[in-house]
């Protein structure tokens, strides 16, 4: 184990694998790891809605499942009319369906009821028949007012009819599954910082050991006057990680809480929906993070992280060299966000929402200053054109972008990339 990830203050609340404040230090835009930028689509598949965080229906191995003919996907999202920054609020978990992988359908709220007071991020599985959705339920539901409370909660009970188009229906059974322990994993009131998370469950099936995990998006508990960080303080209130639980029995309902994969400690606050792809027998781990996010004397951006691994619970080595895998433009910081890939046609697909499009030079905090209208006008709320990512060991490469909302059939090929198309080109 890496001496400096040890604390002897407080055995334990370390992960074995840690992003540093010295690798995050080199985090700039490269030609590697700038995404292309977006345009609002022509026609806006869900104009009624806003949505953003959205995850794929997945097989166990992790492989998109394609249930007679459909792709399907879960998205948070909430009515259109609601202001960018109060969709939190709200959330709600919708199914879209699609029968070409281009063009969707609004299957509806998943859920007539459901834990906390709104949901957050998930991820969902399909086994033999079965759709779990695994959620944050966030807010307690007996509190009169808006909580963040966490907790991470699997839904049972729904099973997909296509008989007659498609259909995903219950009855749903809701069965909390996790909360945080306050040891490997910060409660609530332990938090310094100025926002926790316990959060954005993620099924995985780890194919080497056939063993059942499930990731989570944490918080490490630095006790006060710890020596991580030097001491320093002000760095202790960034303490993201990347939890995760075990299944010993391979039942996705039966998790026990296990040491976290990877913390940020000193270095960055939110290490949001993580997620791992297997390639290549290597271990790619990715979460989203946030300029706003980063501790202090370090400058991030708002976008996808990755780090790689030999074992599951392996020594994660940041990709790139620095943890950066895709972010925004610099004229454009906060285009998208909430960025989940996938395998596809041997490479990486990344699949993200279209978040603010216009800035005129502002950060987010000045847009939420905005008048309403101006709020609305210069917000996504849809699906962004789905990412493609090169990668080879600890490298990764920006090779282009497909459609909005596309997300390629199972047996399709990917087409060429525009370097390719030009390289052909010019022979
Ligand atoms: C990322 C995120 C998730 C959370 C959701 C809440 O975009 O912060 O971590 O589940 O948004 O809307």
Not at 295 to 307: A, E, K, S, V
């Amino acid at each position: 184990m890496d001496e400096q990830l040890l604390d002897e203050g407080a055995p334990g609340f370390r992960a074995r694998a840690g992003w540093t404040r010295e690798q995050a230090s080199g985090i700039e835009r490269t030609a590697e790891t700038v995404a292309p930028v977006f345009y609002p689509p022509e026609t806006d598949q869900m104009p009624h809605l806003h949505i953003w965080d959205t995850w794929l229906l997945r097989e166990r191995d992790g492989t998109p499942a394609t249930v007679d003919g459909y792709r399907v996907c879960f998205s948070l999202t909430a009515p259109s009319e609601t202001l960018p920054g109060a969709r939190h609020d709200v959330a709600t978990i919708r199914l879209f369906y699609s029968a070409d992988g281009r063009n969707w359908t609004d299957g509806g709220p998943v859920f007539e009821s459901a834990l906390g007071q709104r949901q957050w991020a998930g991820s969902a599985l399909y086994d033999d028949g079965d759709v779990y959705l695994f959620y944050t339920a966030a807010g307690d539901e007996a509190a009169g007012e808006l909580t963040y409370t966490q907790r991470i909660v699997g839904a049972t009970g729904g099973r997909i009819d296509t008989d007659d188009g498609f259909e995903l229906a219950g009855p749903w059974t809701h069965h909390e599954l996790l909360s945080p322990d306050g040891e490997r994993y910060e409660r609530e009131d332990q938090s310094r910082a100025m926002t926790y998370t316990f959060r954005d469950p993620w099924f995985f099936e780890d194919p080497e050991t056939g063993e059942t995990w499930l990731l989570f998006e944490a918080n490490s508990p630095v006790p006060e006057g710890s020596a991580a960080c030097g001491g320093d303080a002000t760095q202790q209130g960034f303490n993201g990680s990347v939890g995760i639980a075990r299944s010993p029995t391979g039942d996705p309902l039966d998790w026990e809480l296990a040491d976290p994969l990877l913390d940020a400690v000193g270095v960055n606050q939110e290490l949001e929906r993580p997620h791992i792809v297997y390639r290549d027998g290597l271990y790619y781990l990715f979460v989203s993070s946030h300029l706003h996010t980063f501790g202090p004397g370090l400058t991030g951006f708002d976008g996808l992280y990755g780090f790689v691994a030999e074992e599951l619970r392996g020594d994660y080595v940041p990709l790139n060299d620095t943890g950066l895998v895709v972010t925004n433009p610099a004229n454009a910081p906060f285009q998208a966000y909430s960025w989940m890939v996938f395998p596809h046609d041997g490479e990486l697909l990344v699949q993200n929402f279209f978040n603010y499009f216009d800035f005129a030079g502002e950060t987010l905090d000045e847009i939420a200053e905005l008048p309403e209208s101006e709020q609305l006008r210069r917000f996504g709320g849809t699906l962004a054109p789905t990412l493609r990512l090169g990668v080879e060991g600890s490298r990764t490469r920006m090779l282009g972008k497909l459609g909005h909302w596309e997300i390629p059939m199972a047996d399709e090929s990917l087409p060429p990339t525009e370097r390719e198309l030009l390289s052909r080109a010019a022979t």
